[in-house]
């Protein structure tokens, strides 16, 4: 018999009440739990820590503190949130500074029903979604701060974590810019090893995120191999 998955916990943040609602609604209908909404940013943060949603759906536009501070209190918290922004604006620098503040995803406004449920659905396990167009600039961005100096153990100091071939292989399909989905698919495994791979290997480097996890693989030189 196969065991009953939970639903997705999801919490929805937008200052505009028809907006929220509907998205909410939409989302509900879909099997996810909505657990929280909220309509500016304090009340997001304070909500959001009480009632621990697997995924934050965040507008950036919010009064009282703004969306990409939300975020980054909120990722600070707890690393495990996933952050998908839901926003009007494809300004490359919104883009960006939500990817910096921790954000797994940045959906348009434009974006159909279908395409939140299943962006929502992506962001939960993981995988980064991107309005198309946006994926490539994100990615740009991942290389140009990998040339920046960072606080980094090199991968050849003695006592580094050393990665298994398939943990390698791995990380270099994530710093391509692949989905799990799109490397469980390469590497012909299931998209479940895939993540653990992923977890482990965040483990052994201690970092928090994806985000980290592909600036470390650039840094090395893992996206070009």
Known sequence: MT???DPIRVMVVDDHPMWRDAVARDLAESGFEVVATAGDGEQAVRRARAA?????VLDLNLPAKPGVQVCK???AHNPALRVLVLSASGEHADVLEAVKS??????LKSASTGELLDAVRRTAAGD???TPGLAGLVLGEYRRLATEPAPAADADEPGAPRLTDRETEVLRLVAKGLSYKQIAERLVISHR????????TLG???LHNRVELVRYAIERGLDDE
């Not at 090893?193 to 482990?200: E, S």
């Open 3 to 5: 065991q009953q998955q």
């Open 52 to 56: 621990a949603p697997d995924v934050l």
């Open 73 to 75: 209190e909120l990722v």
């Open 102 to 107: 921790g954000a797994t995803g940045y959906l």
């Open 128 to 130: 980064p979604v991107f």
């Open 193 to 200: 090893t895939v993540q653990n791979h992923v977890q482990n």
């Open 204 to 206: 052994k480097l201690q």
